[in-house]
């Protein structure tokens, strides 16, 4: 899937469809990506003239290694140089992005860039796509609304979740089905790390369990994620059984209304990519560039 052949490829979910049209870097797609696109025919457009979903699928690497800057150089490097030049007319308009847990001065202006040509920016990393990039992160996404289960999860919900438009993001993680509260806490740790999910006021959150998984289980899966968004998030949950999981819980998570996470020390300056330096002033730690001037960053604390 590449933006130098325009291909939109379409995907039916339960009710609604979806076209993802493609942005990823420089040389062919693999095979991998291409059986998994393919994968996402089923069911196209559904004889409508417009989708009900559009999802720009790109990878900020690669992105910023297409405009001329791999190291991560200048912001202006790039931009507009990339991808198609609009996503077409939907009821939901997402870009789906993945991006390293670090991203440079370059990949942000990427991710600015996108956030123009979409309503939602949907995070996600390697470790949330099992290896499969932005492939696996597009796949995921409608999936969430495509499955059948015990509790579907359909257009409406993401609408409610994607309604203030912004930045979200992704996870998917596993655990034991006697440890639900382990299972949530893969899934938070599989989104970027660029990312804040704190603030987030809205969720969906999809749980795939054994046949034994019981509503104290789903309860507990809820209850841990409400506990790391916003305490006044629309949290919005559905739920599949599936009897080939042994005793272990899947649960994917799509978390609406996050924001780009404060950096730390030695992460590229936002303006020039240069690594920031902390300083202490009047109790408070703060980073700067000793580069451009760019000052004022908060400080995360890293786990």
């Excluded at 990339?82 to 993945?98: K, M």
């Excluded at 272990?248 to 300056?269: F, Y």
Aim: hydrophobic letters at 40%.
């Amino acid at each position: 899937m590449t933006a130098d052949d325009g291909e939109a490829i379409a995907a039916g979910s339960m009710d609604e469809s979806v076209v993802v049209v493609g942005l990823e870097g420089p040389g062919s797609p693999k095979p991998a990506d291409l059986a998994a696109l393919e994968a996402l025919e089923t069911g196209a457009r559904n004889g409508r003239d417009a989708p009900d979903v559009a999802v720009l699928a790109a990878d900020a690497s690669k992105a910023a290694e297409r405009a001329g800057d791999p190291d991560g150089g200048a912001e202006e490097q790039g931009q507009g140089q990339f991808g198609p030049a609009a996503l077409p007319d939907a009821e939901v308009r997402v870009a789906v992005v993945t991006v390293p847990d670090r991203p440079t001065a370059s990949e942000r202006a990427i991710v600015e860039a996108l956030s123009e040509r979409a309503g939602t920016v949907l995070f996600a990393s390697e470790r949330g796509t099992a290896g499969e990039g932005v492939t696996g992160a597009v796949g995921t996404l409608v999936s969430l609304v495509r499955e059948a289960g015990i509790v579907n999860v359909d257009l409406a919900d993401l609408k409610t979740v994607f309604r203030a438009g912004g930045l979200a993001a992704l996870g998917v993680g596993t655990g034991p089905l006697a440890e639900p509260v382990a299972a949530v806490e893969s899934a938070f740790w599989a989104v970027p790390r660029a990312i804040e999910t704190d603030p987030g006021g809205g969720v969906i959150v999809d749980v795939v369990g054994p046949p034994e998984t019981s509503v104290t289980d789903t309860n507990a899966v809820v209850s841990a994620v409400q506990g790391r968004v916003g305490p006044d998030a629309h949290v919005i949950w559905g739920g599949a059984v599936d009897a080939s999981r042994d005793r272990s819980l899947k649960i994917r998570l799509a978390v609406g209304g996050v924001r780009n996470a404060r950096v730390a020390p030695g992460d590229g300056c936002p303006r020039c990519g240069t690594p920031l330096s902390v300083y202490d002033a009047d109790s408070r730690r703060t980073l700067s560039c000793d580069a451009c001037g760019f000052a004022g960053v908060s400080v995360r604390l890293r786990g």
